[in-house]
């Protein structure tokens, strides 16, 4: 073996080619001081193969060493077959450090919408040496025109990104900056299945292509950051760009427009904008951002209307502080002050507990009423008590049709109908007095979805329509 080099080679190339790895590093280890550091450094078809066969025994970190001792620089100058393996050995030691961040998230998820749009602060952790290196080697790997290359670049950009944005406070700075490093036409449009398992079902489903989720980043990360004008442009190219969409990312495009528009002035359009999201969407963040809305255009009723609805939707009241504060400002403009001072201390309450930050506005506000500081002991009374004001709104004294039906009553029915019975929930038409009939549908975290039929006796109260134009049937009970 002294001094063939290609012989040597070859050797290493065959046993990886017979998945023999382990036989790889050994082989090697006995064989290489018969040649020189620039020998085989020079060798992209050794270098390559002695990658593969150190991450196929998971040998990350020697992979690295490997590097560092035989003086092999990653750059413009690497050759392709070095360029992916060293791709993959970025990869395995980004997914093993990042292990805590992962989870058993639906793909779905990812791109969900939250309340927030501003980040309160600009985070800017210090980026880990894989962070680093993975930056530098992306503009590398993406100019290579192969399906090895773009495979390694995608999985690789795509986890950083998604592990980035599951964190709990995401560096969007970093997200927008990483998005940057490729432009969106390079990125490929093909969509890949996977097969989920929901309520013990599996399902196919597709996800979204590398060039889709750029934009969902990248339109996200400029939304967060304020930047709205390019929020604007991002978004309206994405909607022009795609004909189909997943994860609803349209109508998330759509509601970062509508922001953008808040943001340039255009009050009105914005209004009309997120009301169009709102009928796909029925979020409780969005109800908020029309309430802000309303509220900044001096109509106090709207805002107010938008904002019960948005507390009376479905989500953690930890993350509806900055909506209390809202219902705060509203019901102290409408000059309910008694109401107005339990909002403000109920978000005030919810951050002590979560040892967040008392925003300066919120201590301000609070110091207006001469009012003794209601203490953290009392927070679930004080929650219960405005829990029974917000539900006051949930029913309304029904139409002259109905008008007996009322408020908080219950009425009888029995289910005649089922249009759908999924992982989404259930949803319906319920006949009761005289063989009227009326929609129903309940969420997917329902107990009673299990006990609905067609012929199940159900009590059950009347939503009124003032809001979304249809009344619906609320189901309390399966009798």
Same mark, same amino acid.
Request: hydrophobic residues 35%.
């Given at each position: 073996?002294?001094?063939?080099?290609?012989?040597?080679?070859?050797?290493?190339?065959?046993?990886?080619?017979?998945?023999?790895?382990?036989?790889?590093?050994?082989?090697?280890?006995?064989?290489?001081?018969?040649?020189?550091?620039?020998?085989?450094?020079?060798?992209?078809?050794?270098?390559?193969?002695?990658?593969?066969?150190?991450?196929?025994?998971?040998?990350?970190?020697?992979?690295?060493?490997?590097?560092?001792?035989?003086?092999?620089?990653?750059?413009?100058?690497?050759?392709?077959?070095?360029?992916?393996?060293?791709?993959?050995?970025?990869?395995?030691?980004?997914?093993?450090?990042?292990?805590?961040?992962?989870?058993?998230?639906?793909?779905?998820?990812?791109?969900?919408?939250?309340?927030?749009?501003?980040?309160?602060?600009?985070?800017?952790?210090?980026?880990?040496?894989?962070?680093?290196?993975?930056?530098?080697?992306?503009?590398?790997?993406?100019?290579?025109?192969?399906?090895?290359?773009?495979?390694?670049?995608?999985?690789?950009?795509?986890?950083?990104?998604?592990?980035?944005?599951?964190?709990?406070?995401?560096?969007?700075?970093?997200?927008?900056?990483?998005?940057?490093?490729?432009?969106?036409?390079?990125?490929?449009?093909?969509?890949?299945?996977?097969?989920?398992?929901?309520?013990?079902?599996?399902?196919?489903?597709?996800?979204?292509?590398?060039?889709?989720?750029?934009?969902?980043?990248?339109?996200?990360?400029?939304?967060?950051?304020? &930047?709205?004008?390019?929020?604007?442009?991002?978004?309206?190219?994405?909607?022009?760009?795609?004909?189909?969409?997943?994860?609803?990312?349209?109508?998330?495009?759509?509601?970062?427009?509508?922001?953008?528009?808040?943001?340039?002035?255009?009050?009105?359009?914005?209004?009309?904008?997120?009301?169009?999201?709102?009928? *796909?969407?029925?979020?409780?963040?969005?109800?908020?951002?029309?309430?802000?809305?309303?509220?900044?255009?001096?109509?106090?009723?709207?805002?107010?209307?938008?904002?019960?609805?948005?507390?009376?939707?479905?989500?953690?009241?930890?993350?509806?502080?900055?909506?209390?504060?809202?219902?705060?400002?509203?019901?102290?403009?409408?000059?309910?002050?008694?109401?107005?001072?339990?909002?403000?201390?109920?978000? *005030?309450?919810?951050?002590?507990?979560?040892?967040?930050?008392?925003?300066?506005?919120?201590?301000?506000?609070?110091?207006?009423?001469?009012?003794?500081?209601?203490?953290?002991?009392?927070?679930?009374?004080?929650? *219960?008590?405005?829990?029974?004001?917000?539900?006051?709104?949930?029913?309304?004294?029904?139409?002259? *049709?109905?008008?007996?039906?009322?408020?908080?009553?219950?009425?009888?029915?029995?289910?005649?109908?089922?249009?759908?019975?999924?992982?989404?929930?259930?949803?319906?038409?319920?006949?009761?007095?005289?063989?009227?009939?009326?929609?129903?549908?309940?969420?997917?975290?329902?107990?009673?979805?299990?006990?609905?039929?067609?012929?199940?006796?159900?009590?059950?109260?009347?939503?009124?329509?003032?809001?979304?134009?249809?009344? &619906?049937?609320?189901?309390?009970?399966?009798?």
């Amino acid at each position: 073996m002294s001094g063939n080099l290609i012989q040597f080679s070859q050797n290493i190339c065959k046993l990886n080619k017979e998945k023999k790895f382990s036989d790889t590093l050994k082989f090697f280890k006995e064989n290489k001081t018969a040649f020189t550091k620039e020998q085989i450094r020079e060798n992209d078809f050794l270098v390559s193969a002695m990658l593969n066969a150190l991450q196929k025994t998971n040998y990350i970190d020697s992979a690295f060493k490997f590097l560092d001792v035989y003086n092999i620089t990653i750059d413009e100058n690497t050759k392709e077959r070095v360029l992916v393996s060293y791709g993959w050995i970025l990869y395995f030691k980004f997914k093993s450090e990042n292990k805590h961040n992962e989870s058993n998230q639906n793909e779905t998820e990812i791109f969900d919408e939250d309340e927030n749009v501003l980040v309160e602060e600009n985070y800017n952790y210090a980026k880990s040496e894989i962070i680093q290196k993975t930056e530098t080697y992306i503009p590398l790997i993406i100019k290579i025109n192969n399906n090895f290359a773009y495979s390694i670049f995608s999985k690789l950009f795509t986890s950083v990104l998604k592990i980035e944005k599951r964190k709990p406070k995401p560096d969007w700075k970093f997200i927008n900056d990483f998005c940057s490093l490729v432009t969106p036409d390079i990125l490929k449009t093909d969509c890949r299945t996977i097969e989920i398992e929901l309520k013990g079902k599996t399902k196919t489903m597709e996800l979204a292509s590398d060039k889709e989720s750029w934009f969902a980043y990248k339109s996200k990360a400029l939304m967060k950051l304020g &930047r709205f004008n390019e929020c604007y442009e991002i978004s309206k190219a994405a909607l022009e760009t795609f004909n189909k969409f997943h994860y609803s990312n349209d109508v998330w495009f759509a509601r970062r427009i509508a922001l953008a528009k808040k943001s340039s002035g255009n009050l009105k359009e914005a209004i009309i904008e997120l009301n169009e999201v709102l009928k *796909r969407k029925k979020e409780w963040f969005i109800q908020k951002e029309i309430a802000d809305l309303y509220k900044e255009s001096g109509d106090v009723d709207n805002a107010f209307n938008y904002a019960i609805q948005a507390v009376n939707n479905f989500g953690s009241l930890e993350y509806k502080v900055d909506l209390l504060f809202l219902l705060g400002e509203l019901l102290k403009k409408k000059e309910e002050n008694d109401l107005a001072f339990n909002h403000y201390s109920l978000s *005030r309450l919810i951050r002590l507990k979560a040892n967040w930050s008392i925003p300066s506005k919120l201590s301000l506000e609070l110091k207006q009423f001469d009012k003794e500081t209601i203490p953290i002991e009392k927070l679930r009374e004080l929650e *219960r008590e405005l829990r029974k004001y917000w539900d006051s709104f949930k029913f309304y004294e029904h139409d002259t *049709r109905d008008k007996k039906y009322s408020n908080n009553q219950l009425v009888k029915g029995k289910i005649d109908k089922i249009l759908h019975n999924n992982e989404k929930g259930a949803d319906g038409f319920i006949k009761y007095e005289n063989n009227k009939s009326i929609y129903f549908r309940t969420n997917s975290t329902d107990i009673i979805n299990t006990k609905i039929k067609v012929g199940a006796n159900v009590e059950f109260k009347i939503l009124s329509g003032a809001y979304d134009k249809r009344e &619906r049937a609320v189901i309390i009970t399966i009798i």
